[in-house]
């Protein structure tokens, strides 16, 4: 069946590192794939998004590039902030009607 | 606009009771979904709700029920509640995902504590 699996925390950085989280997927046919971030005590906010192979995702200087070829989505940040440590989902889905999660990575940043 | 909004935030309750929780979809939403996120884990698809019926299941047992209203709110439903039931539960609205992907947006969820 289709899942997803992201590499395991937590993830420690100092301020203005470089990140990078693995995201690699299970899937028939073409999922549209997404990262979630969780900061404590809220639910789930949309992060990025790429519906096709080879599309880019990003906000908030997140990025995300969807592979087709080595099925996966890694998310990277070229300089994290304190503000940016919270818990971070993979995630696809085909239809929209349902999301896989993976099981979530936490990311601390110290200043 | 609100978002989505889950009602109550935190709930404790003792094994073998039932629960409901409750949840309205972002304005112009007419989907609901309801996920299940134990301590240290992703969220779980439970179920999917549109035009008042269950649309797509997820791997939980019938203990797990749900309803939706005509103005696209919805409910679920928790019987004979055991302990592992104690999770964060997210609700998800979304436009027909039908019509093509569109967006999903989550509530902020309820706490359900069992003891």
Known sequence: ?????????????????????????????????????????????????????????????????????????????????????????CALSKTGNQFYFGTGTSLTVIP | DAGVTQSPTHLIKTRGQQVTLRCSPKSGHDTVSWYQQALGQGPQFIFQYYEEEERQRGNFPDRFSGHQFPNYSSELNVNALLLGDSALYLCASSLDPGLGFRGTFFGQGTRLTVV
């Open chain 1, 1 to 89: 069946g289709d899942s997803v699996t992201q590499m395991e925390g937590p993830v420690t950085l100092s301020e203005e590192a470089f990140l990078t989280i693995n995201c690699t997927y299970t899937a028939t046919g073409y999922p549209s794939l997404f990262w979630y971030v969780q900061y404590p005590g809220e639910g789930l906010q949309l992060l990025l998004k790429a519906t096709k192979a080879d599309d880019k995702g990003s906000n908030k200087g997140f990025e995300a590039t969807y592979r087709k070829e080595t099925t996966s989505f890694h998310l990277e940040k070229g300089s994290v902030q304190v503000s940016d440590s919270a818990v971070y989902f």
